[in-house]
């Protein structure tokens, strides 16, 4: 099993920067990819940026350019940049891990971009 905690986020004025962490109760080296997923209100969760094991990343359209995915093995820790952020950013961000064919979540941290 995983177990994920999120932190990072809160209110932030358009344009500004969070930076989000998810700590995993693992080593994540072992864990095929872990990703930023996110909801907004009346939304589906979506996903926003993944880190596979080997090193490729993607992100949705929305976000290339100005979210950065990155990963500490030594830390266990998984982290969003998100610069450039906009009101349409804001949702409950949610840190996921996929390991031996299952997937864990965490808690969600809330993201609001005011404008």
């Known amino acids: 099993q995983v177990q994920l905690g999120e932190s990072g986020g809160g209110l932030v004025q358009a344009g500004g920067s969070l930076r989000l962490s998810c700590a995993a109760s693992?080593?994540?080296?072992?864990?095929?990819?872990m990703g930023w997923y996110r909801q907004a209100p009346g939304k589906q969760r979506e996903p926003v940026a993944v880190i596979f094991s080997g090193g490729n990343i993607n992100y949705t359209d929305s976000v290339k350019g100005r979210f950065t995915i990155s990963r500490d093995n030594v830390k266990n820790t998984v982290y969003l940049q998100m610069n450039s952020l906009k009101p349409e950013d804001t949702a409950v961000y949610y840190c996921?891990?996929?390991?031996?064919?299952?997937?864990?979540w965490g808690q969600g941290t809330q993201v609001t971009v005011s404008s």
């Open positions: 693992r080593r994540i080296f072992s864990i095929n990819y």
């Open positions: 996921k891990a996929y390991a031996a064919g299952s997937n864990y």
